[in-house]
């Protein structure tokens, strides 16, 4: 039931308090005014999460580069189409990040993998350092999960960035919220069965040996 209500919370505060503070506003302060009221919701819940549990989870992530990025707009008088625009521009900016990464012979979600593994088992860290060493296969799942995200919250910006130039602002502040949820949750499920294929492969695979 925690779970439960807690995710009703969530939702209620990222996809209706912000359409609500938006009606509520726009007659007083303009539209530009309302973009800026439609974003309190959201940061208020991430800085009640962060002083409950004092950790900052992906969402909260995006929602804090998603304002520093409307602060650096409205410093350069950022429109309200712009505003629109300051999650997704930050799922992108990090969409990028994660193509870039390729480049390099460690990707980025080589890292948050191994920190995944770090906390799940004692030697987690070590051990999968050693299978990515002795497993080009395990090498190249990385570098696809990788693209995949890279791919997805890119094209999520482009998606959303597309909608936000082209829609209503009101139906934008509707139905973004639910694009957003429906790419991550994708993005999220597909990794969680495809780890899970992982583990069943390097279970059935020897044991690598970890070296000195």
Request: proline letters at 6%; aromatic letters at 10%; zero cysteines.
């Amino acid at each position: 039931m925690k779970i439960r209500a807690g995710l009703v919370a969530e939702l209620a505060v990222n996809l209706v308090l912000p359409w609500l503070a938006y009606r509520l506003a726009l007659p007083h302060w303009g539209e530009l005014g309302a973009l800026y009221a439609s974003a309190v919701p959201p940061i208020v819940w991430s800085l009640a999460e962060f002083a409950r549990t004092r950790r900052v989870d992906a969402l909260s992530i995006l929602v804090l580069l998603g304002i520093a990025m409307s602060i650096v707009l409205m410093a350069l008088g950022g429109s309200p189409r712009l505003l629109l625009m300051r999650e997704s521009m930050a799922s992108g900016a990090i969409g990028v990040v994660f193509l870039l990464s390729l480049a390099m012979r460690r990707p980025l979600t080589f890292y948050l993998a191994r920190a995944t593994v770090a906390r799940e088992a004692e030697g987690g860290a070590q051990r999968f350092e050693a299978l990515w060493n002795e497993r080009p296969p395990l090498r190249r799942s990385i570098r696809l999960m990788t693209a995949v995200w890279g791919l997805g919250l890119t094209g999520e910006n482009a998606l959303r960035s597309w909608l936000a130039w082209h829609w209503p602002i009101e139906r934008f502040l509707v139905v973004s919220p639910f694009i957003g949820y429906a790419i991550y949750g994708a993005l999220t499920v597909w990794t969680l069965m495809y780890r899970k294929k992982l583990q069943k492969r390097a279970t059935a695979a020897p044991a690598a040996p970890v070296r000195p």
